[in-house]
């Protein structure tokens, strides 16, 4: 391969949260350092453990060089590089830079969509799993959370069940919903079909949609990725779509996303709303990180390490099927995440789920509980790291985690 996928990369002592706040916070959310004799493998917080794309901090240092970072407008190159992407990866047409709007987040964009669809104490309705980012933010901000449980079928893949949530849009009275396509934490790549009822569901009710496709660039398996708003004139005018390079690029630090909205009435009233506290304005590093991110050198890094994560699933899934009894996964089709379901180890061990996530930190597995995300018995598992870490991750919890 051209680019660097297997080196370990030493983040201790440079500000990532992914080793450096292990035993510091929540312990639902954070997990415990590990004891003496066994080092981190961060495989918790949703960030990459590679190198990112050479051309993003590239474009940065060239921009950095130049010694005034007063302020600025956003650069054409910005919205053009946006617009190239998503007829390229995502095969749309028509995007134009008018539809395109800055984000300080994803989550401050859902916040500022849910303002103009909603009034607070209004009841929102969301799939379960359920991101835990939704669950602080919309309960923070006077929401209601629905939740609608996502099912899994015969073969093990999660499905929306669509009788539920017309019941509860219907007796709760709800007017807007939040889409994760892909879904965070269960890593469904949702189809057209399935994309399409659910739009035309929400037309019937006259739901309102926000639907976070963060995940859309992580696409596996020969899997395709599918804009809401692509599946219909009505879809398109009645949803707020975001993006961001962070997932895909390791990016979040910069901070920096963006929505594209369609429908000028709906699109008018979101940019009023997030403009509101004067603090959604673009940073000029993370406007050239995009850029440099959303270069060709970028298709080809992301195309290289689509092949290294899909590796790193199929060695992980295997792993469980073969080799960790009691131990449930459904293959994600798109993330890097596994939500992995204990529920029949800690049932035949008389284990809890407390007794496995503290075994592997113990040993330097830092895994993540998945009860935020509605998993009842669940661990949230980020396999975005070289191979040889997910091996010996993997060896730690067979030897010393997943023992009768």
């Known amino acids: ?61 060239e921009r950095a060089e130049h010694p005034a970072y007063g302020y600025f407008d956003i650069r054409k190159e910005y919205y053009d590089e946006i617009i190239k992407w998503h007829e390229s990866r995502n095969c749309v047409n028509g995007l134009t830079a008018e539809c395109i709007g800055y984000e300080n987040g994803v989550l401050g964009g859902v916040l500022s969509a849910l303002g103009v669809f909603c009034s607070k104490g209004d009841n929102v309705l969301l799939h379960s799993p359920t991101y835990i980012g939704f669950t602080n933010s919309l309960q923070n901000s006077g929401y209601n959370i629905v939740h609608s449980p996502l099912k899994k079928d015969a073969r093990g893949i999660w499905r929306m069940d669509f009788e539920d949530m017309e019941e509860k849009i219907r007796s709760r009275r709800i007017h807007a919903a939040i889409f994760c396509s892909p879904h965070n934490p269960c890593g469904r790549v949702w189809t057209r079909e399935e994309i399409f009822a659910f739009t035309e569901l929400c037309r019937k009710y006259d739901v309102k949609i926000v639907s976070d496709e963060i995940w859309s660039d992580m696409i596996l398996f020969g899997n395709r990725h599918i804009p809401t708003q692509s599946v219909s004139e009505d879809a398109r005018n009645r949803t707020v779509a975001l993006y961001a390079p962070s997932k895909t690029f390791n990016l979040a630090g910069l901070v920096g996303s ?147």
């Open 258 to 404: 963006y929505h594209i909205i369609y429908n000028p009435a709906i699109r008018d009233r979101v940019r009023k709303e997030s403009s509101l506290s004067h603090y959604n304005n673009i940073n000029i590093m993370s406007m050239y990180a995009l850029i440099g991110a959303y270069s060709p050198e970028g298709y080809a890094w992301v195309d290289e390490l689509l092949k290294v994560l899909g590796q790193n699933i199929e060695y992980a899934c295997s792993f469980i099927e073969d080799r960790l009894p009691g131990v449930e996964v459904s293959k994600p089709e798109g993330t890097y995440m596994l939500f992995a379901d204990c529920s029949q180890y800690c049932a035949r061990t008389g284990k809890s789920l407390d007794d496995v996530l503290n075994a592997a930190w113990k040993v330097g597995v830092a895994i993540q509980d998945g009860r935020p995300f509605h998993g009842d018995c669940h661990t949230r598992i980020n396999l975005a790291l070289p191979l040889s870490r997910v091996k010996e991750a993997f060896d730690r919890l067979e030897t010393y985690v997943f023992v009768d």
């Open 1 to 61: 391969m051209k680019y660097d996928f297997e080196s370990i990369m030493n983040r201790h002592g440079l500000d990532a949260i992914a080793v450096d706040a292990l035993g510091t916070g929540n312990r639902s959310f954070i997990p415990d350092k590990p004891e003496e004799g066994f080092d981190v493998i961060p495989m918790w917080v949703a960030d990459m453990n590679f190198p990112t794309c050479p051309s993003i901090p590239k474009a940065m240092i």
